[in-house]
């Protein structure tokens, strides 16, 4: 390996030690389709032009949610402040997972809302979380302050 000469600058040469040389990347000539369409080398190494696709699709995913939903964190905002004015107090990991699941539960019916009541998979998903709510609904010791 030939070792890179250091680098210099207007003032003589730089303290900064120089950049190694990089090995180029063999890449397998049949690379698979990974479930997003990105083209995935043995290696693990996805091109960066099909990478790139995956931030075009969350962009559009999120254009199409907010068509749907609209600013549904503000309002999602404003009915968590009615529901708990005051706050609310999780400690253990039970109380953490019961509390997630009401902020989720209470995501789905304002978007639900939002939507007009018309988005079938806002109603599906509130109904189950109303029923992960259930279960360890004797198991948290949230305080609604």
Known sequence: MVKPKARSNEMGTSSIPPRPLMKARVMESKPTIDAFGNREYKDGHIHPKYAANNVEDALNTFRDRQ?????????HAQVMKVLFPNGVQC??????????????AVGKLTRFTSSG???RDSAH???NYAGFMELPADQHDIKVL
């Open 117 to 119: 009541m018309k988005h």
């Open 67 to 75: 068509e749907t939903y609209g600013s549904n964190d503000i309002v």
């Open 125 to 127: 998903d509130l109904i």
């Open 91 to 104: 400690v253990t990991e039970q109380d953490h997972r019961m509390f997630l699941m009401v902020t989720h």
